[in-house]
């Protein structure tokens, strides 16, 4: 099953971002990338200030995506101010 993850950061947490970035990084990368369909970060309007990211996974239930959050080393950081997580289904392409 598809879901979405939309992380907002808390205001001013740019320094938290990126003092944890490598490690959430490495964090996807030995434990979700098959799993993971799409992911990013998201940009304030300058289009260069990260506030946030968008992931979506291909997993087998809510529960993992539990497990995925409660694991990130950016969450375990204090980086988001919320986290909103829904089904997802892909039409395009």
Same mark, same amino acid.
């Given at each position: 099953? !598809?879901?979405?993850?939309?992380?907002r950061?808390?205001? *001013?947490?740019?320094?938290?971002r !990126?003092?944890?970035?490598?490690?959430?990084l *490495?964090y996807?990368?030995?434990?979700?990338?098959?799993? !993971?369909i799409?992911?990013?970060p !998201?940009?304030?309007?300058?289009?260069?200030?990260?506030?946030g990211?968008?992931?979506?996974? *291909?997993?087998?239930?809510?529960?993992?995506?539990?497990?995925?959050?409660? *694991?990130?080393?950016y969450?375990?950081?204090?980086?988001?101010e919320?986290?909103?997580?829904?089904?997802?289904?892909k039409?395009?392409?």
């Amino acid at each position: 099953m !598809l879901f979405a993850v939309l992380c907002r950061d808390k205001k *001013d947490s740019l320094p938290i971002r !990126l003092a944890n970035r490598e490690a959430h990084l *490495d964090y996807i990368r030995a434990n979700w990338l098959p799993r !993971l369909i799409s992911a990013g970060p !998201l940009f304030s309007p300058d289009g260069q200030t990260m506030i946030g990211g968008l992931l979506i996974f *291909d997993v087998e239930d809510r529960a993992e995506i539990d497990r995925y959050l409660e *694991d990130d080393p950016y969450g375990k950081a204090g980086l988001f101010e919320s986290v909103d997580v829904w089904p997802y289904k892909k039409v395009f392409p």
